[in-house]
């Protein structure tokens, strides 16, 4: 079974670059036909998607944050990872990082089968 681990920073101050790291286990982020994502919940707000890279390297992106968001992946460690740049207080939330095994844009979080299990990052000076 595949099991996500998100890591980073806790702390962001604004206009400054939030950086995490996915590590997978358990599956390949190469194996057909998977997609990978990231999805944040603000504070008292429902899940946001923000973008997926694929078991290929194509990346999608939310249009409101397309301008903003850089999805990459080390696939030597079997990492993927979300750059937001430049953060504003509006962007404290918990990410998480998922994943399903059918090639597509999901922009329905609940579309996602397995789910890392959080990490919050607060923007704030």
């Known amino acids: 079974q595949v099991q996500l681990q998100e890591s980073g920073p806790g702390l962001v101050k604004p206009s400054q670059t939030l950086s995490l790291t996915c590590t997978v286990s358990?599956?390949?982020?190469?194996?057909?036909?998977?997609?990978w994502t990231w999805i944040r919940q603000p504070p008292g707000k429902g899940l946001e998607w923000m973008g997926l890279i694929t078991y290929d390297g194509s990346t999608y992106y939310s249009p409101s944050l397309k301008s903003r968001t850089s999805i990459s992946r080390d696939t030597s460690k079997n990492q993927f990872s979300l750059q937001l740049n430049p953060v504003t207080p509006e962007d404290t939330a918990v990410y998480y990082c998922?994943?399903?095994?059918?090639?597509?844009?999901?922009?329905?979080?609940?579309?996602?089968?397995?789910w890392g299990q959080g990490t919050q990052v607060t923007v704030s000076s």
């Open positions: 998922a994943t399903n095994s059918r090639l597509g844009v999901y922009t329905t979080p609940y579309e996602y089968d397995y």
């Open positions: 358990g599956g390949s982020i190469t194996t057909r036909y998977f997609v």
